[in-house]
């Protein structure tokens, strides 16, 4: 069963008590930044490991402006859908709900609190320059903008940003964060590179951090496609339970790659094990590890 850590009481709580009941889960975003894409992400990585266990999902976003910018942004990152409105539930039957939010965010309603770190982005000369009038390294952040651009900066979450009852597109709010366009650039190193750092760890990111993780996701790629071209075979009842045991643990996402990286080097491992493995992590992953099937000569 997944446990998560609740951070109105610090003890880990079960994810969903009623197994087979209906859970919401409501992400919490203040504005277009690196910090709401990993609020946002997080929530995706859990409704695909609840999903997983067979316990019935549905999510919604709950932000003070810009939904329509943030569901796109979603929908790049290869989030799954949000639904529309609170007041579906009274019609779905509802059983619990759980609020993935950012550091300082305002929860309204029953049920466990996820607590994300924030995302900090380090600009570089790499990244060129900023956009006019947009914020440099040594610059503010703008208004309600999480990720700052330098190590100490603030993630800027508004206190009491939950937009609970605040319809899409109603107010413009802060411009969006200068890096996103880096960010989006490549969808699956993002969400590679986010994964590797666990949920209460702040993520200090930056071109060279996403160039290792689309490198890493490149290589795991062309092995995966690799490994396809020998006999299937299951995954090991050991590895899965590894797998299971990590994702279950808090949403343990660097525990899940930790045992994908010990598959890839392991001796005794049939090809077809291994692929079978990355495959079944996929389903949470999402980072699309079998995108290059077929294309080996």
Known sequence: MLRILDARTGEPVPAAPARRGLTRI????????????????????????LELSGTPVWTILTAPHRQAELRAAATTLSIRPFE???????????????????????????????????VRWREGPADGPAPAGAPTSGGA???????????????????????????PGRTPGPAAHPAFPVLLADPAALRLALCSVPRGEAVRLDSAV???????????????????????????????????????????????????????????????????????????????????LGSLA
């Open 26 to 49: 409501e992400a919490y975003a203040s504005g277009l930044d690196p910090t709401a894409l990993r609020v946002l992400l997080t929530a995706d990585l859990l409704v695909r490991a």
């Open 84 to 118: 529309d409105g609170r007041d579906l539930a009274s019609g779905l039957g509802e059983a619990q709900a759980i609020h993935v939010t950012p550091e300082g965010a305002d929860v309204l309603g029953a049920g466990p609190v996820m607590l994300v770190a924030p």
């Open 141 to 167: 952040e703008p208004p309600g903008g999480a990720g700052g651009t330098g190590p100490g900066v603030p993630d800027g979450t508004a206190p009491g940003a939950s937009g609970a009852g605040t319809a």
């Open 210 to 292: 996403l160039g290792e993780a689309a490198a890493r996701l490149a290589r795991w790629r062309r092995a995966v496609a690799g490994w396809a071209r020998q006999p299937s075979r299951p995954v090991p009842d050991e590895v899965r339970a590894r797998l299971r045991a990590a994702w279950e643990d808090d949403l343990d996402l660097p525990g899940v790659l930790d045992v994908l990286r010990s598959v890839e080097s392991a001796p005794d491992l049939p090809d077809g094990a291994r692929f079978e493995t990355y495959v079944y992590a996929d389903r949470l992953l999402a980072l699309d590890l079998a995108r290059d």
